[in-house]
């Protein structure tokens, strides 16, 4: 196989590998099979164009329209030219699917779905990356700056990636750039052998720079050193890039489906978010108006989706399972045919300046009629969008139920099934004791589940003290309820992640829901929501009435009829309940009630304070850490590839520097500047050849770098210098000879084109002897380490002499 074969095989298997560190980041990784044999594909043709041969850029061109070709046939062949060629329509297809991918990737959590757009960003990207590495290892033959994109691809890993990418996959990417490196060197070992390295250094004289004392070392050895840098700046890398919470790229908006047909995954970002914006606006638009036929709509609570998973800084929406919309929804789980319930009709309209990608409806919705995208997750019950659809000026048609459960049914409700009971009652090994702690001592003397539910929302909204303030800023992290439970300030969502979070702590199934409130009546009948009724509120699971909402939060919403105290045992709650006020126009306050309950009028009646509700409980800014974090890594990422410039300045000042004071340091100078010369022209493109004298390696660098007068006699000048260092019994030092390199320096610049002189400047190709010189020291260690352990090993095998015998 020849050295680049050989070396193609490399790039490929390394782009492979370091691509590997993306497999956990979707489900199922079958992209990869695909990527890998379009990235074969890829790599072949580059092969095959280089045995042409066709000029470099000209390679890399038709690398690059042939893999246009490839994604074309796989994703966008209904829409290309006989299946194949590339079109108006097969860009427009791509910028779709991109489009659609980017949604995704914003709003899944990891492990993604893998969508048609999250397969072309991947499938696509390594491509890209394998393509750039194939370019720069193999055709124009410099492996080293093929590590920025393999790391580039593995650091995206890292920081996509909760917890990293992943030791494994670390392992991996590196391997694989150590791989290329080596093979690299291999290629280059076989075309013209060893680097001229400068002269050995004798007694007394002053080093030219990081040469060895064999005067060359194999550049095999550039791919090991190299190699340990690029481990090196890949572990510091990912540990400056901060965890992305949520969804891939914590986007803001909810959740999108996974495709066409059933199946899929789902996990939606915290709603909070997406609203956050909204409700930061200083006018309180209305952003949904709705007509019911519901006798009284002050629970009509507008539900747009559960946060069932508690990780202690936060509640957020567990992955789930999507399916297609079914044409009438199951009932909702837990309701038993014994409570009262009546189905209502409700027709919505969003407007136009609202987009969310969860669906509001009331709950537990029955039936729904709604064109568009649209996906339905079964345990939640929650409508959500696929592929980027929103409720931008949507108008649907929901069928939903009225429950009326009893105190009584409620106080008696059984056990819940131990499954749900596990999954709804997890709360993390942070929390802190006090919120068990107070929920216990709030429920004491509570005989049942429903007692005790009844004794925390009371607690909260009208018995602790509590005072709803939407100014405060509680924090975030483990202590944040804490907090909040000793301050006694704040909004909806820190009353109902609290009540929900202490609930779970006494073994009741909760989660919190997030909405709006029912709104503001309208002249023409209609219910007008606006920005400042969003809300957060918490439910718990009772066998046989089903997920059943709370109110903790004064002055918001409604409180539930069968919480209330005055609410009879064996009777429902009366639905004929008054209408809210009409008015004429939309509220520019939340709405209230038309009923106010004596427990809201002890927190100042039922008038809100327009809260402006945010996407969690607070937050005083990133933590000190991740700031210095995210400096480190950004300081790394800007002073690693100035590594190379920086090494070759400071090298060149070493070997230029003052003139020595004794015949040795002067010999040592001029071999030092000579060094210097060649690896100037090294830079500039100009190999060094340790097999010519330094006349003709003289003679070449004028020709090659097509110097002028001035700069071929200072080349000639240091030439006749060095050999009389080399060869002449008594050397006479030779003055001027740092004039003379920066004149040769300026030479070869002014010969050279942009490119080249950018590719001397920030890539030095001489800067390969740092890791040579590393090596070589490496090495030379490790030989005497292997002398020394013999010698002790020969000494231990000597046989010993018996007592009393002379030697």
Known sequence: MSGRARLALSATAATLMASGALIPLVDPATWFVQAAILLALQSGVGALTRRVPLARPVTVAVQALVTLLLLTLVFAREQAIAGVLPGPDV?????????????????YAIPAPLSDGIRLMLVGGVLVIGLAVDALAVTFRTAAPAGLPLLALYSVAAGLSGDGAGWLWFLLAAVGY??????????RLSQWGRVFGGAARGPGRISGGLESDSGAVAPIRTGRRIGAVALGIALVVPIGLPALDGGLLDGSGGPGGSGSGGGGTISAVNPLVALQDSLNEPDDREVISYKTNAESTENMYLRIVSLDQFDGTTWKTTVRRIQDVPSRLDDPPGLSPDVPRTEIQTNISAADSYAQNWLPMPYPASEVDISGRWRYEPVGRALVGDRGQTTRGAQYEVKSLVVEPTAAQLANAPEAPEALRREFTKVPDSLPPVVSTE??????????????AVKLQDWFASEGGFTYNTQVRAGSGPAAIARFLEQKEGFCVHFSFAMASMARTLGIPARVAVGFTPGAAQANGSMSVGLRDAHAWPELYFEGVG???????PNRGTVPDYTRSDTPSDDASDPAAPEPTQSTKPSSEPSASASCPADQQKQGGCASSAPAIAGGSGDDGPPLGMILAVTLGALVAIAVPLLPMLWRKRIRAVRLGSPGRTPEEASARTLAAWLEVTDTAWDHGITPDESQTPRKAAARIVRVGQLGAAPAES?????????????????????GLADDVHRVRDGLRATSSRPARLRATLAPRSAARVVWAVSERWATARARWAERAAKRWASLRRPSRPSGQEG
Do not use: N
Request: aromatic share 8%.
């Open 178 to 187: 150590l791989l290329l490196l080596l093979a690299e060197g291999r290629d």
């Open 715 to 735: 080349v000639h000048r240091l030439a006749a210098a060095v050999e009389q260092v080399l060869y002449a019994p008594r050397p006479q030092p030779t003055p």
């Open 91 to 107: 860009f427009r297809e791509f910028g779709l699917l991109l489009e659609a991918g980017g949604d995704d990737v914003g709003q």
């Open 547 to 553: 997920w059943t909402r709370f109110e903790p939060t």
């Open 439 to 452: 929920a216990r001592k709030i429920t004491k003397g509570a005989s049942s589940d429903y007692e005790k």
